[in-house]
């Protein structure tokens, strides 16, 4: 589905250390964050997951150390969280992570 109205692509830069559950986008209640595009770097061997508040949005994916991922710019959403709920980044290791998210968050 798309957000209705005016909406304006936001970014934002990535930023973890350690393993646990970092929020990326923080959720607004009666709105959803739609994710356009991003890419995840690691310093080390880790495994991630995107997630909406503890919910996978994704399945696991592996990352080696001083690798990552990227999934170029799409014309839709290719992660949709729930209302209210906030986009998280789950990591498995206790190195450095960055990236960047573009996304777009509105009402249904």
């Not at 250390?17 to 739609?34: D, F, L, M, P, S």
């Not at 949005?57 to 990552?68: F, K, M, P, T």
């Not at 906030?86 to 777009?104: I, Q």
Request: a negative charge; charged letters at 15%.
């Amino acid at each position: 589905m798309a957000i209705k109205g005016a909406i304006h692509r936001l970014e934002i830069d990535v930023s973890a250390t350690g393993a646990g559950t970092t929020g990326i986008v923080e959720g607004i209640a009666g709105k959803v964050i739609q994710v356009l595009s991003l890419f995840v770097t690691s310093e080390l061997d880790a495994n991630v997951k995107f997630q909406s508040g503890s919910t996978d949005l994704s399945g696991v994916v592996y990352l080696a150390a001083r690798g990552g991922m990227v999934i170029a710019h799409q014309p839709f959403a290719i992660f949709q969280t729930a209302d209210g709920e906030d986009f998280n980044l789950y990591r498995t290791a206790t190195g450095n992570f960055g990236g960047s998210v573009v996304y777009v968050q509105g009402e249904l």
